[in-house]
């Protein structure tokens, strides 16, 4: 059932654990030394199911069990609420995920778009976007002629209704490739 049990020194950011029975992301760990060489490790984790937020301290023997997740592929349907909805593209059955769960991934996902999906214990918990994904502008104002000093950006608006800063040179009707774990915009994407 378990994958394995993880030490201190192998529980590091983006980890994902099993505690209080939900799989747990590791969000930020920090690790600090204690007298005569001791270490502990201070985490911040986030609940893959519900999204909240948990703190806790290990140190020296302490162990984390690895949550045993699998992975699939799903599509993007549509949201309803505060539900979101995706087929799972190997069994097309459909699924709701709750949308505060989903963090920002929401701004970048149009109908269609396949993302990856992390089951636990049989059931889908959550979604893991592409670092890089290509999205249509659908607002972009002009340029304005001599506003380049250094890297002069503006707003555009994509397909999704989400901003995000992008060159001047942009165009409406444009697609663009935007970063996920940044917010940023990347290049235009090729035709």
Known sequence: MY???LDISQVKLGSIVKTNDAPY???RA???QVGR???IKVLKMKNLINGSVLEKTIQGNDKMVEADLERGKASYLYVDGEEAYFMDSTSYEQ???EKSSLGNAL???TEGAEVDILIFEEKPVSIQLPTKIKLKVTEAPPGVKGDTAGSATKTII???GHRVNAPLFI???EEVIINTDTDSYVERANK
Request: proline share 0%; hydrophobic share 35%.
């Open 3 to 5: 994958k394995n049990m």
């Open 25 to 27: 992301v590791i969000i």
């Open 30 to 32: 920090d690790q600090k």
């Open 37 to 39: 060489g001791g270490s």
């Open 95 to 97: 699924f709701s995920l």
């Open 107 to 109: 701004k970048y996902l």
């Open 158 to 160: 994509l397909e999704t």
């Open 171 to 173: 165009k409406e009707g």
